[in-house]
T-cell receptor, first 117, second 111 residues
Framework: SAVISQKPSRDICQRGTSLTIQCQVD?????MFWYRQQPGQSLTLIAT?????????ESGFVIDKFPISRPNLTFSTLTVSNMSPEDSSIYLC??????????????FGQGTRLTVV | QKEVEQNSGPLSVPEGAIASLNCTYS??????FFWYRQYSGKSPELIMS????GDKEDGRFTAQLNKASQYVSLLIRDSQPSDSATYLC???????????FGQGTTLQVKP
């Protein structure tokens, strides 16, 4: 399985500011995703990070709020823009390889715990 | 109807017992199913994947899939206190490569 590293692991930010989270994979992966996990909740998919093109966002998430980059097959960033306390959450990067049919075993970084004050 | 549904629990079992975790999904096209374990404050860890109807065993874990009933389960035999965690069911929804997660079931194994 791929090893996924996220930076920062945690941060406390002022409302109205932006934070960029970096995700580095130790090998090339076909697909990369960003999830949010609010306190006591499960994982909600924010978007699919597409290499060399605009990310594909899920319902309820927009590019202006969560711009995403993926310049190559091993790296992606997620920016949380104009933050409010409601953005306080854990943000998780995920990578997966598609192997035979569409079997996608996804692995996760350690997450970024964001607190907005 | 949510795309992936789990009973949030908590499910409490005594040490050494079998823990049974269940998950249903709404999309009939989906072909790939996964169980993740998440300890408090940690990221999800993949423990089982299953793609075909029937049972798949890996050590103390058995995943079961019934596509006709749109049902996937995870059995943990000889449960240990270290198995206490939240278990997340995930579905490769409509075979897009995107994983959609259920709300997770909290398992408590009591010594």
């Amino acid at each position: 399985s791929a090893v996924i590293s996220q930076k920062p692991s945690r941060d406390i930010c002022q409302r109205g500011t932006s934070l960029t989270i970096q995700c580095q994979v130790d090998s090339q992966v076909t697909m990369m995703f960003w999830y949010r996990q609010q306190p006591g909740q499960s994982l909600t998919l924010i978007a699919t990070a597409n290499q060399g093109s605009e990310a594909t966002y899920e319902s309820g998430f927009v590019i202006d709020k969560f711009p995403i980059s993926r310049p190559n097959l091993t790296f992606s960033t997620l920016t949380v823009s104009n933050m409010s306390p409601e953005d306080s959450s854990i943000y998780l990067c995920s990578g997966s390889q598609q192997a035979r049919r569409l079997n996608t075993e996804a692995f996760f970084g350690q997450g970024t715990r964001l607190t907005v004050v | 109807q949510k795309e992936v549904e789990q009973n949030s629990g908590p499910l409490s079992v005594p040490e050494g017992a079998i823990a049974s975790l269940n998950c249903t999904y709404s999309d009939r096209v989906s072909q790939s199913f996964f169980w993740y374990r998440q300890y408090s404050g940690k990221s999800p860890e993949l423990i089982m994947s299953i793609y075909s109807n029937g049972d798949k065993e890996d050590g103390r874990f058995t995943a079961q899939l019934n596509k006709a009933s749109q049902y996937v389960s995870l059995l943990i035999r000889d449960s240990q206190p270290s198995d206490s965690a939240t278990y997340l069911c995930a579905v490769n929804i409509r075979n897009t490569g995107k994983l959609i997660f259920g709300q997770g079931t909290t398992l408590q194994v009591k010594p």
